[in-house]
């Protein structure tokens, strides 16, 4: 008797548990793996953001930043992304053309050295990339002074990564039509290329190399999370070109109400606050508390550098040729 009674029961509370997780909405973001460590601004953002939804926040990895974009030209309209967070502007041009975006719809007062004009893509955090060493050691002044000196050096693939195609842009700046002799000089220097950020920065990590492609910011990660000041990004006379992140909801989302609302969170002080202190990068919207101690320590470049999105896609594909070619001997 209790055995029959027992069981109706229980699949009753089974079916509501059920069917009240189905009514939970799911709001899906594809970003770059670091964003959803344990250690980066994605848990920390998901629980902000899921306090005042009512919702499932899902963050999806995907590797680097640049490997969002192939794998939103695979997916197409089959995605099941409602947003896509972590492209930046060497990208946003072709991101534009896969006709797969809906305007953000998102007025803000944003804190860039730029001004935004962009209605389909939103920034939520900006920098300077730089060459991260060891306090203490040899350090060049200039992309020429490094390829020249024997300082050995781990960098990112463009085709995957958003910081190895930063540099790409950044040499292409420099050097235009003679990008591919500065790859050539830099060559010998380099250890070993890798898919994306994480890797690379590791690696340096391990002392497997002098210095790494990152970002001015870095240094600030371990002088404030490891009260460690022994790593210092080497300021160049020629400038640095700088990244701006963005978000970009995609026109297919089945959340089109949700996804609206994250974009305005993004931009409020519950995201930007926790970008310094775990993304390890400038706020799009500086908090109300400012910026955290030791970020008044980092290097502030006199010159930045960067191609407006449109034109950095005219220029990428002879700037990823002349990368490939020179290191391809």
């Known amino acids: 008797m209790k055995k029959t009674t027992y069981l109706p029961v229980a699949a009753g509370l089974v079916l509501g548990a059920t069917c009240a997780m189905a009514e939970t909405p799911v709001l899906q973001i594809l970003t770059y793996d670091s964003f959803v460590s344990e250690w980066g601004p994605g848990p920390a953002i998901e629980a902000a953001f899921e306090a005042e939804c009512a919702c499932d926040l899902q963050f999806v990895g995907a590797g680097d930043g640049a490997a969002l974009l192939a794998r939103l030209q695979l997916e197409g309209p089959r995605s099941d992304a409602d947003i896509v967070l972590g492209l930046d502007t060497n990208l946003t041009a072709a991101a534009r ?12 007062d944003l804190d860039l050295p730029i ?17 991260v060493g060891n306090a203490g050691s040899e350090a060049p002044t200039s992309l020429q002074a490094l390829a020249d000196s024997d300082i050995k050096v781990v960098i990112q693939d463009p085709r995957s990564s958003t910081p190895g195609l930063g540099l790409l842009m950044w040499v292409h700046t420099d050097y ?3 990008a ?8 010998d220097n380099i250890v070993t290329v890798t898919p994306g950020w994480s890797e690379a920065y590791g690696m340096f990590l391990e002392g497997e190399a002098d210095a790494v492609l990152s970002y001015t910011t870095s240094p600030a990660y371990h002088l404030i999370a490891e009260g460690d000041d022994s790593k210092v990004a080497w300021s160049f006379d020629d400038g640095h070109y700088m990244q701006v992140e963005v978000a970009g909801k995609l026109a297919g989302t089945d959340q089109p109400e949700l996804a609206d609302q994250f974009m305005a969170f993004m931009v409020s002080d519950g995201f930007q606050s926790v970008i310094p202190t775990t993304n ?16 008044e320590t980092l290097i502030d470049p006199d010159v930045w550098l960067l191609w407006p999105s449109e034109e950095a896609a005219r220029q990428r594909d002879m700037a990823l040729e002349a990368w490939r070619t020179a290191l391809s001997q």
């Open 97 to 108: 053309e896969t006709g797969l975006f809906a305007a953000h719809g998102i007025d803000a």
């Open 115 to 131: 001004a935004w004009t962009d209605a389909d893509f939103l920034p939520f955090d900006w920098g300077y990339f730089a060459f």
């Open 176 to 178: 235009g039509e003679n």
């Open 180 to 187: 591919g002799a500065f790859w050539a000089d830099l060559s």
């Open 280 to 295: 390890w990068m400038y706020p799009a919207v500086t908090p109300k508390d400012g910026l955290p101690a030791g970020f």
